[in-house]
């Protein structure tokens, strides 16, 4: 139980850092290119879930990959919504971040189911 506790902190901690990676990077771009204000809240919705998926491919492990999985997805998103509306001034909480909160819990389970069986296979 603790290993699998641990698991998810460690995946939802990464997922983070790698969001915030992410968006720093983006951001930079929008600076250098002059990218229109509209490319970026599809562009950050890409990076969220490429970031869980990253997250639970690095530190998901053992069995019940969906189950780690949705849980550290759901803790992704709602940590970075906390950070980002922290940072932007601005929490929120509309229709947009409950489907926010379920492609986050859908990419984790994935990523988790994936993450298990990889390493079963390695």
Known sequence: MRKNIF???????AAVVISLLFVLIFTLIIKLFSLPMTAVKPVNQVF?????AGGG???????KG???GAVYGLIAVLLTYL???LISGSLAISWKFALEILIGVVAGGISG??????KKGA
């Open 57 to 63: 491919l690095i530190f998901i492990r053992g069995d």
């Open 7 to 13: 698991q998810i902190v460690k995946a939802a901690a």
């Open 66 to 68: 969906l189950i780690k």
């Open 113 to 118: 189911i994936i993450a298990v069986n990889i």
């Open 83 to 85: 950070i980002f509306g």
């Open 48 to 52: 969220k879930i490429l970031a869980i």
